[in-house]
C-alpha cells in the first residue's frame, strides 16, 4: 500500500484485450460463485519472494500444484488452496515459520495488485484507502462478501480501526499477509509508524516474537476480529494524486476485471466466457458448452432459467454485443464483424442485426481516420 511509489507499477499492468476470461492460461479450475480466489499476481509475488529466501522455484510449485501457466496470466484466477500451499510450503523449506508476516513486510502491495496504485489517485490516505477497499477483490476475492466492502474504517477516541470483514476462516497466514503489508505500506506513506496495535483472530503461534519485530505494537491474540488501529490523525494527510490520466487509465482497467469476476457468479456470465472465444466457430452447441461447465445440458438450461434467460438468448445477444464492440472499434469490415461472431452468411448478419439495432450494420461501422498529411505518401 505504497502510496507514494513511482508509477513502475504501470509495467505490471495488462490489459484483457476485449476479453474477460480471466481464468485463461490457468490449469486450476476454479469456480468464482463459491469458491475464494486469488490473482496470479497475487500468488507468483509470494512465489518470487520464497526464491529469494532460498526455496526451489519447481519445488515450490509443485508441492502447492501450481503450474508456470497458472502465473502466466495477470487477471488469471486461482483457489485460495494454491496461495496457502504456497505460504506453507515457502514457511517449511525456508525454514521460517515467520514466512507470511515476513513476504508481506518485504513484498509491497502494488506488485501484487492494482488496489494499491489505484490508491495513489486520492487526495488524502483516507481516500486511498477506500480506493484499495473498492478494488482490494482483485488481489482475493470473497464470494460471501459479493461487491461488498472488504475493510471498514471505524474511528474511534482510541484512533481509527481497519478492520478486516472477511469471513472466518482457518487461515492465519493471510492476516499476516496482509497486515504486515499494510503496516509496512502505512508507515512508508507517513514516512513513520502509524500503527498502533494488531488484533487478529487465531491463537498466539509459536513464532510469537515475528509479530513483535514486524509490527512493533502490542499485540491481541484470539480477539473477536482482524483488526489494526492507526492513528487517527494519518487519514488526513494531504497526499500528491498520481495524474488524472493515468488514473483512469488503471480505474478502467480496475473496473473490467472486476466485471470479468461478477460475470463469472452467475451462469450466464460463465457461459459467455465459454461461447466468446468461440463466436467464430461452429462450436457453439448447448452440449459442448454444458461439458466446458461441467454440467449437464438439463442441468445447464435449469440454472439459466433461474436467472431468467435461456441458452438461446444468451448466444444471440453475446453475438450482439461482441458485434457492437467489432464495428464500433473500427479496423473491420460488415463482413468481417459477420464473420467474427459465427455468420458465413453477410446478408443474415445484417437481417440479425437489424433485430438487434433496428438499423444497418454499416451504420454502426467507425469511420476510419484519413491519414495525417506529413505521412501522405508523395507522387
Not at 151 to 168: Q, T
Not at 191 to 209: E, I, K, M, N
Not at 321 to 337: D, P
Amino acid at each position: 500500500m505504497a502510496l507514494h511509489q513511482s508509477y513502475e507499477f504501470a509495467r505490471s499492468v495488462v490489459m484483457i484485450a476485449g476479453d474477460n476470461d480471466v481464468t485463461r492460461g490457468a490449469t486450476i479450475s476454479v469456480d468464482l460463485a463459491t469458491q475464494v480466489t486469488v490473482s496470479a499476481t497475487y500468488v507468483r509475488g509470494v512465489v518470487t519472494y520464497a526464491v529469494t529466501r532460498g526455496v526451489d522455484r519447481g519445488a515450490l510449485l509443485g508441492a502447492a500444484g501450481v503450474h508456470e501457466a497458472d502465473l502466466a496470466v495477470d487477471d488469471a484466477r486461482l483457489p485460495m488452496d494454491a496461495l496457502i500451499a504456497v505460504l506453507r510450503t515457502g514457511a517449511a523449506q525456508s525454514h521460517d515459520p515467520a514466512f507470511a508476516l515476513h513476504c508481506g513486510d518485504y513484498v509491497p502491495c502494488e506488485q501484487v495488485s492494482l488496489a494499491s496504485p489505484l490508491g495513489q489517485s486520492a487526495t488524502t490516505v483516507l481516500g486511498a484507502l477506500q480506493q484499495v477497499n473498492r478494488y482490494a477483490r482483485l488481489g482475493i476475492d470473497f464470494p460471501t462478501l459479493g461487491a461488498g466492502d472488504r475493510f471498514r474504517i471505524d474511528v474511534s477516541a482510541a484512533g481509527a480501526w481497519f478492520i478486516d470483514l472477511r469471513p472466518h476462516d482457518t487461515w492465519p497466514e493471510i492476516t499476516e499477509l496482509v497486515f504486515a503489508r499494510i503496516a509496512r505500506g502505512t508507515a512508508r506513506a507517513a514516512g513513520r509508524s502509524v500503527l498502533r496495535a494488531v488484533h487478529v483472530t487465531h491463537a498466539a503461534p509459536a513464532h510469537g516474537d515475528a509479530y513483535r519485530n514486524v509490527f512493533r505494537v502490542p499485540m491481541v491474540f484470539g480477539s473477536t476480529r482482524n483488526a489494526l488501529l492507526l492513528d487517527a490523525t494519518f487519514l488526513n494527510t494531504p497526499l500528491t494524486p498520481a495524474p488524472a490520466h493515468v488514473a483512469r487509465i488503471l480505474a478502467a482497467e480496475a473496473d473490467a476485471r472486476l466485471q470479468a469476476i461478477d460475470a463469472q457468479r452467475t451462469v450466464r456470465g460463465r457461459v459467455e466466457l465459454v461461447l466468446r472465444p468461440r463466436l467464430a466457430s461452429a462450436d457453439l452447441g448447448v452440449e459442448r458448452v454444458a461439458s466446458a461447465l461441467a454440467m449437464s445440458r438439463r442441468t445447464l438450461h435449469r440454472k439459466l432459467k433461474t436467472e431468467g434467460v435461456t441458452f438461446e438468448t444468451t448466444l444471440d445477444e453475446l453475438r450482439r454485443s461482441v458485434a457492437l464492440e467489432r464495428l464500433q472499434s473500427g479496423g473491420v469490415t460488415v463482413s468481417e464483424a459477420a464473420a467474427l461472431v459465427g455468420f458465413s452468411d453477410p446478408a443474415a448478419f445484417s437481417r440479425a442485426f437489424k433485430r438487434w439495432t433496428g438499423e444497418r450494420p454499416s451504420a454502426a461501422v467507425r469511420p476510419t481516420a484519413p491519414p495525417s498529411p506529413a505521412y501522405r505518401s508523395r507522387s
